[in-house]
């Protein structure tokens, strides 16, 4: 079982940079793809960024590309995600979410993770 908490979310002006991160618990974190989600009020959740076991692949929703990038460091049992230039549509709740045998066509979607985190919000003020 992995257990996830996320941190770093806060409230930040448009054109500004957040760096999220995501604790993992459990000794076979390596072993799991990471995805970040996001969920902004009165939206479904949606996809933002991936990347595999080894942080060799990494894929994003078309509208982070350039300005998001996800990272891992599995020494320390962790996934970041640094994100730039926010918009105000940036706006939401992050969950980090971990998955066992995440093959590349689905790791966009929710339903290839198990585990989740409890969220963090990110504001974007304009």
């Known amino acids: 079982q992995v257990q996830l908490v996320e941190s770093g979310g806060g409230l930040v002006q448009a054109g500004g940079s957040l760096r999220l991160s995501c604790a993992a618990s459990g000794r076979t974190f390596s072993s799991y793809a990471m995805g970040w989600f996001r969920q902004a009020p009165g939206k479904e959740r949606e996809f933002v960024a991936a990347?595999?076991?080894?942080?060799?692949?990494?894929y994003y929703a078309d509208s982070m590309k350039g300005r998001f990038t996800i990272s891992r460091d599995n020494a320390k049992n962790a996934v970041d995600l640094q994100m730039n230039s926010l918009k105000p549509e940036d706006t939401a709740v992050y969950y980090c979410a971990a998955g066992r045998y995440v093959s590349d066509s689905v790791r966009g979607l929710q339903s290839s993770y198990t585990y989740w985190g409890q969220g963090t919000q990110v504001t974007v003020s304009s």
């Open positions: 990347i595999n076991w080894s942080g060799g692949s990494t």
